[in-house]
């Protein structure tokens, strides 16, 4: 939904950088920006621009606070940048700097018409900290609300949780939640932040609820396979970084294959080597196969179902012969090599490939495998130690099939590239043909 960029640098804001975003997300509590970022910033916000930000941005030197040698913070000097504060809506005294304790609260909608709020639950729950007595300016509205309980150091009050600003011809979105990851765990929190993007960068609201419980719903279901061989625990991370994706391990074949797949997901990935195939487990994935599904080979799963010839002639389309067999010679591996993989000729626009670009990898060489004349490569390689294709696409005409030879390594699962690769090529042979 949102394509975004970060910029770590204030420096690097200005009027010129601005154009064409739709909103600015502040996550911000340091020393001030400087004098032109400021000023590039208000005039983006005072022209239309959208400003959402969080948290810890309420108080610290935007404000005109210092910190004292016990590191408690204290009104400085200087008036701080007094635009921030007219932009957010809020001032926060350091004398009244404080919050209840970090813990779980009940956050209630008082503006459940909003387009914020509208098809989200009149109150959820959150874990974070509940700041009190902030003081707000004319024309901010509150959307949401909690009591902050004196007995966990809180006012007794209900205190301000959500709320809108208006500056200039800009709108404005700041929420007091979101102190740490596990404020963010929570599927009330995800809302109201993915949703108050929308609504400052267009003012109105397409996103539907999220819910963190039944997250499955609408995302890409990856059943994924091991055993057989080592692979590094990075493989994990690697996953989990896969965005819109839900994920099922299996580590071994007869947990993998114990019922029918097609219904319940629509990318398996094989990260297993196994040679021998059980007659289950080519009912299974025969049937997932030809109801259209996804599937991607990853790295040694080229090994795979050495015994089951349409798998590796007909649905992958290549074969890592570990012996010598009948017309074909041992294939050979080199590992922990640094190497170039670039993609193929006329294929840099594939889907797969999108923001991938070349990669520089280390991983394992392969040569000498068997490949089919049907597949698509996408990716490849001039290094001699290694056959020319990478990444290819399977010849089978109905579901979408992605051999990657990447894998082998640590660095790569952490790559940047290879995670992109991987994101895209679950997308892809996730869609429905």
Do not use: C
């Amino acid at each position: 939904v949102f394509d975004v960029r970060v910029q770590e640098e204030p420096r690097a804001i200005t009027k010129e950088s601005l154009q064409g975003y739709d909103a600015v997300v502040v996550n911000y509590n340091g020393p001030r920006f400087p004098a032109s970022a400021e000023k590039a910033l208000e005039q983006y916000v005072r022209a239309g621009g959208g400003l959402v930000s969080f948290h810890h941005a309420s108080y610290g030197t935007f404000f005109g606070m210092e910190l004292d040698a016990k590191n408690r913070w204290h009104n400085g000097p200087g008036k701080g940048w007094s635009e921030w504060s007219k932009m957010i809506g809020a001032t926060w005294d350091a004398e009244k700097l404080g919050h209840a304790r970090l813990g779980i609260f009940t956050v209630d909608w008082k503006q459940p018409g909003h387009p914020i709020a509208q098809g989200l639950p009149a109150s959820w729950v959150a874990n974070d900290e509940l700041y009190h007595r902030l003081t707000f300016l004319p024309g901010v509205e509150v959307l949401a609300d909690a009591l902050s309980p004196k007995e966990t150091g809180g006012t007794g009050n209900r205190e301000p949780i959500v709320w809108t600003n208006q500056y200039g011809k800009g709108r404005v979105f700041f929420t007091v939640l979101g102190h740490d990851a596990m404020a963010f765990y929570q599927s009330g929190t995800i809302n109201v932040m993915a949703r108050g993007v929308e609504w400052a960068a267009r003012g109105k609201v397409t996103l539907p609820p999220v819910d963190l419980h039944h997250a499955k719903q609408g995302q890409t279901r990856v059943l994924v396979v091991t055993s057989g061989h080592w692979y590094p625990t990075e493989f994990y991370a690697m996953l989990d970084s896969l965005p819109g994706v839900t994920w099922t391990h299996a580590p071994t074949h007869a947990e993998a294959f114990s019922k029918p797949l097609e219904d319940r997901y629509d990318v398996v990935i094989l990260h297993d080597m196994l040679n021998v195939t059980t007659e289950r487990a080519r009912e299974r994935l025969r049937a997932f196969v030809e109801a259209g599904k996804g599937v991607i080979e990853l790295h040694h799963a080229i090994v795979d179902y050495s015994d089951w010839p349409w798998w590796y002639e007909e649905v992958v389309g290549g074969k890592y012969y570990q012996k010598e067999g009948p017309g074909h010679k041992a294939s050979s591996y080199k590992e922990d090599v640094e190497f170039l993989v670039t993609p193929a000729k006329g294929k840099e626009r594939h889907p797969v490939l999108k923001g991938v670009g070349p990669l520089w990898v280390y991983d394992e060489l392969y040569k000498d495998m068997s490949l089919s004349p049907k597949i698509e490569v996408l990716m490849e390689t001039a290094n001699p130690l290694n056959d020319r294709p990478v990444v290819y696409v399977g010849p089978h005409p109905k579901a979408r099939v992605l051999y990657i030879q990447l894998g082998h390594s640590a660095h790569t699962m952490n790559h940047p590239g290879f995670r992109k690769l991987m994101a895209n090529a679950v997308a892809w042979t996730g869609e429905k043909r």
